[in-house]
């Protein structure tokens, strides 16, 4: 599939410059429905099942899940869509169960370096109280 960074040779390595640089070249020409459209393609993609509610995946939940098992590319790709600040906020709000272990250290080190913003060591996880069962 043609995607408009492979069609400029914009790929993996070939995007780092413009993602280190706060993504503003890449991040000024896309606009709000162009992020929208990258995360409804790559939700479709990432997030295979139904819901259990039957009601669409929140947003948040759907980023997770890209940064959770999104190839190199399409993670440039949304870093780029929609900037490293919203890719800190979506790990703050994060549930249990949305990152493994291994996703979560490498988003955290990717963004706390990239942001100076400090992120919490561990993914979240479900906690449960004994004496409540």
């Known amino acids: 599939m043609s995607t408009p960074y492979r069609e400029r040779g914009w790929t993996g390595a070939a995007l780092w410059p413009w993602i280190r640089a706060g993504g503003s070249a890449?991040?000024?020409?896309?606009s709000d429905n162009a992020a929208q459209s990258l995360?409804?393609?790559?939700?479709?993609?990432?997030l295979w099942w139904r819901p259990v509610d039957g009601l669409?995946?929140?947003?948040?939940?759907v980023v997770a899940q890209i940064m959770n098992l999104g190839?190199?590319?399409d993670i440039l790709k949304l870093e780029a869509a929609l900037g490293r600040p919203h890719l800190v906020d979506i790990m703050r709000r994060a549930e249990p169960g949305w990152f493994s272990d291994r996703s979560w250290e490498f988003w955290r080190g990717r963004l706390s370096f990239a942001t100076g913003e400090a992120l919490p060591e561990t993914a979240p996880r479900r906690a449960f109280d004994v004496a409540s069962l």
């Open 26 to 30: 890449i991040l000024a020409a896309m």
């Open 39 to 46: 995360i409804d393609e790559l939700g479709r993609r990432y």
């Open 56 to 61: 669409p995946f929140c947003e948040d939940r």
């Open 71 to 73: 190839t190199y590319d």
